[in-house]
């Protein structure tokens, strides 16, 4: 699923004099939102976390594609929930960086987290995990359910425990292709990022290494001399003349 990013920009101030336009408002802001929210097409759900939720009506198609155009709400509605479930894996992360998450919103495609803020490489790497990685936090969880708890009997449980299992690694799948606009495209260039942190940290051991240290004690070996056999033979013979001229 996308994840949105937009750097934050400074608005523009309203002119001094009082001449900024103001929107007529005769009730308590209400009507306005609805307005809003039915120009921007997205319906609020509410918050998590603080974190606005939306969703777009065209969200069912996605969810309709995903089940196979079979009429099973509970599946729907699973669907959504999956989608979530992906979306606040992102947007935990990126809280979790101290970045800003402006809102989840939850479409036809699938959703998007739109956010703002500075984020290292390393750190999209990491928020384009989050979603992956709380989907299969929820497969988890489904399969110690069914294990706890058996089989699912009734139709509606069954439906959800599909979406949450076969749906979801489907859209694991998918969503790891290494292509834009998918999660992919970003999460695998934590290999690259892993790659350049593992050569950082062996140059600054090697750095560490290279440090002036006392150096060693050394000595000083002097080299043999080189004597020749006729040299030697030559020393021999003086040395047992002066032996032998020593006797009587
Ligand atoms: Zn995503």
């Known amino acids: 699923m996308r994840r949105q990013e937009r750097i934050k920009t400074r608005s523009p101030r309203p002119p001094a004099n009082g001449s900024a336009r103001s929107i007529p408002c005769q009730d308590d802001g209400a009507t306005q939102r ?26 069912l198609l996605g969810a309709l594609f995903f089940t196979g155009f ?35 919103d939850l479409h036809a495609f ?10 290292t490489g390393w750190q999209r790497a990491v928020i384009a995990w989050g979603g992956v990685v709380a989907q299969v936090g929820l497969l988890l969880l489904t399969l110690g359910i069914v294990a706890v708890i058996g089989t699912p009997r009734s139709v509606l ?22 292509f834009p606009p998918l999660d992919g495209a970003t999460a695998w260039k934590i290999v690259r990022e892993l790659r350049d942190r593992w050569s950082s940290l062996r140059l600054s051991a090697a750095s560490r290494r290279s440090e002036p240290r006392p150096a060693p004690r050394t000595y000083r070996v002097e080299p043999r001399p080189r004597v020749s056999p006729e040299e030697a033979a030559r020393i021999a013979r003086a040395f047992e003349d002066a032996i032998r001229g020593g006797r009587p």
Do not use: C
Not at 48 to 58: C, M, Q, S, T
Not at 70 to 98: D, M, S
Not at 110 to 119: I, K
């Open 34 to 59: 609805w307005v809003a929210m039915l120009q921007s097409g997205y319906l609020s759900l509410g918050r998590i976390r603080g974190i606005p939720v939306r969703a777009h009506p065209l969200i």
């Open 70 to 104: 079979r009429f099973e709400p509970a599946a729907w509605l699973g669907f959504v929930a999956l989608i979530l479930t992906h979306e606040l894996g992102h947007a935990l992360v990126i809280k979790r960086y101290g970045l800003h998450v402006e809102s989840i």
């Open 110 to 119: 699938g959703g998007a987290t739109r956010w703002a803020g500075y984020a």
């Open 157 to 178: 449980f069954a439906e959800l425990v599909s979406v949450f299992t076969v749906t979801n690694l489907w859209l694991i799948g998918l969503n790891l292709l290494p």
